[in-house]
């Protein structure tokens, strides 16, 4: 693990129309910092090359000096599944999620990157145990392009992380410790969103991505009420985790009044919005820039996210 003091990396999030970059700095009484941020749109169907220029301005703008950096994957075959098998040696374990992202990717070992989240073992007395987690998986080609891309605008990207799970980690390192119980966490971004499912067990985790089907979620907030309710039906009923007893907006989350009680009438739930910015400091000249431009800071939760990651 490297240190707060000795590590200089930034989160960079491939967003669905802006790459978003976040860096923070620790102290010692536990607060993070919020040292730099910045945003620029960009067309995430571009060339490597154009996307690379996009960064490099970003870059300039949001006054980065360090190169290291995590970045969120981007990729529209991204495939996130549970999984539970029998407790296995992990040569097997991993021969097993490589042949069940073969299966959902339609597509021979050598053009896949697989990683997993592996939440523990359970089993009840009498009963063999079993091993549960979740299953990521992508092209090879839609990894390497992103690499590309950093590479060529300079920097030096240490881990690839996926939007959802970076967003947990922020929760967990910001409010983790007030939770009560579980809960839904949805990070909203313009097109799409991130439903996280957090139950009472620690490390335990349940990411689904939705995509929007109107132009944004602010035509459509019944529509994403729907979908989080069915996947909290998944978790409780085919997973077998406890009642969910609310949900927590973050990120792009619209104004539009109206908007949190559309989705909590499509989910039945009571809902809230959480902004990660309000427990965190922020340096002067990144404050007055996020005045500046209504609604982008909570935005930031997926970079920030990724800016707690330490290889």
């Not at 200089?8 to 620790?26: K, P």
């Not at 053009?111 to 992508?138: C, N, P, Q, T, Y």
């Not at 985790?205 to 309710?229: K, M, Q």
């Not at 809230?272 to 309000?278: G, H, K, N």
């Amino acid at each position: 693990m490297i240190s707060w003091s000795s590590a200089d990396i930034a989160g960079v999030e491939f967003g669905d129309d802006r790459l978003m970059v976040a860096r923070l700095a620790g102290k010692g009484d536990g607060h993070l910092t919020l040292t730099h941020a910045g945003w620029i749109s960009y067309n995430h169907s571009a060339s490597a090359r154009d996307v690379a220029a996009a960064i490099r301005t970003l870059w300039k703008e949001s006054s980065l000096s360090t190169r290291t950096v995590c970045a969120s994957l981007r990729s529209a075959s991204l495939v996130m599944r549970y999984f539970k098998y029998p407790l296995m040696p992990d040569p097997e374990l991993k021969s097993a999620l490589e042949l069940q992202a073969e299966e959902a990717l339609q597509m021979s070992r050598e053009h896949i990157v697989v990683d997993w989240h592996r939440m523990g073992i359970s089993g009840k007395d009498g009963e063999s145990g079993h091993v549960h987690g979740v299953l990521f998986a992508a092209p090879v080609k839609d990894v390497e392009r992103q690499l590309e891309a950093l590479f060529m605008a300079g920097l030096d990207p240490v881990v690839m992380d996926i939007r959802a799970m970076a967003v947990a980690n922020l929760y967990f390192e910001i409010a983790g410790q007030r939770m009560k119980g579980p809960l839904c966490l949805v990070n909203v971004c313009p097109h799409s969103a991130d439903v996280i499912v957090l139950p009472a067990a620690e490390g335990s985790v349940y990411p689904h991505t939705v995509l929007c089907r109107a132009s944004t979620w602010e035509a459509a907030p019944a529509f994403l009420g729907d979908n989080v309710r069915d996947v909290l039906r998944y978790c409780e009923f085919k997973l077998d985790w406890e009642h969910v007893p609310k949900i927590v907006l973050t990120g792009s989350v619209p104004a539009t009044p109206g908007f949190v009680n559309a989705v909590s009438a499509g989910a039945k739930l009571p809902v809230e919005v959480w902004d990660p910015l309000a427990a965190v400091r922020v340096r002067g000249g990144v404050e007055k820039r996020i005045s500046e431009l209504s609604g982008v800071g909570a935005s930031l939760a997926c970079s920030m996210g990724l800016g707690l990651r330490r290889g």
